[in-house]
């Protein structure tokens, strides 16, 4: 019967002992989030967990007196050295580090499991736990949301990626991280550089030659310019020299005056908001002193978010901006 009574009494102090780490090993708000998900464990396990004070208070109160009857239970069985020997053994190994090890590693699982015992344990102490955790509600306040800064958020889905139990690829990890990184960079950082930029003298006369020259280039908007190139005039649209009579029309003739520009200062969400309030997909990018530095294209801010080159049949370059330096460099420039 001693032997019985030592057993139930080290049981129940593993129980309340390994409850107490695997409930609060599990963050509260991703328990929640996996519970709305309809994840049925979760949702047994976070209709505990989101007890709180409550919760701990049953669950330390609970595990303290449990070890302190099998403390004195102990030592009326045995006495002196043997009684605080085995008190300690007792309780350490198989009351606390064993539970603990198991239930950390499998806390949703037991959580979840073990939900109608810790009811049981909220609802027997009650009395004693309730004003205690309305006590720590009043002083301490409720649980610290967890909030993730956005690097925190990209390693979190690179160590998914890189978990073969993963649901995620590496495709939908190139695009998450370049989602949650793009509005960090500026146009200057995914424009298409002044020197690589193909642009129309508005004077150029639409003969043979010029529309041969515009179909090999294979661009559908091309920015027009009067005199030089920071006295952008207008963009032309390809289709609508397809609409028209061109022969003997000058390009500036043909071209739209509807032409926007943005700073190269500005971030890339709200350049993408801005393609999307002016339904157009190219502005001419200039600095603080309106000097023209390139431009920009809708499908740059994509490929900034996708993490990869968007390459048409058309294109003849991977990256215009990596050809424009290298076409700067050739020319001997020098940058000061």
Known sequence: MEYLIILILVTMSALFSGLTLGYFSLNKDDLGRKAKLGDKNAQKAYRIRKKGNLLLCTLLIGNVAINSILSVFLGSVTTGVLAALA????????????????????????????????????????????????????????????????????????????????????????????????????????????????????????????????????????????KTRDDMVGLLYVKDIIRSDWSGKTVGEIARTDIIFVNQDKKLDELLNDFKKTRHHLFVVINKYGDVQGLVTIEDVMEEIIGEEIVDEFDRHVNLQEVAKNNFKAKGAHVV
């Not at 720590?136 to 690097?151: A, M, Q």
């Not at 690829?169 to 500026?186: N, P, Q, T, V």
């Open 87 to 226: 008190s300690t053994l007792l309780i350490v190994i198989f009351g606390e580090i064993l539970p603990q090890a198991v239930f950390s590693r499998y806390a949703l699982i037991v959580g979840s499991r073990f939900a109608w015992l810790a009811d049981f344990f909220i609802f027997l102490f009650y009395p004693i736990c309730y004003p205690l955790s309305r006590m720590l509600d009043k002083f301490l306040g409720s649980e610290i949301p967890t909030v993730y800064s956005k690097r925190e958020l990209i390693k979190l889905i690179e160590d998914h990626e890189d978990n073969m139990n993963s649901e995620i690829d590496a495709d939908e990890e190139r695009i998450i991280k370049g989602a949650l990184s793009f509005s960090d960079k500026k146009v200057d950082d995914i424009m298409t550089p002044r020197s690589g930029m193909y642009a129309l003298p508005s004077n150029r006369i639409l003969d043979k030659g010029a529309i041969i020259e515009i179909s090999s280039r294979g661009h559908s908007r091309i920015p027009v310019y009067r």
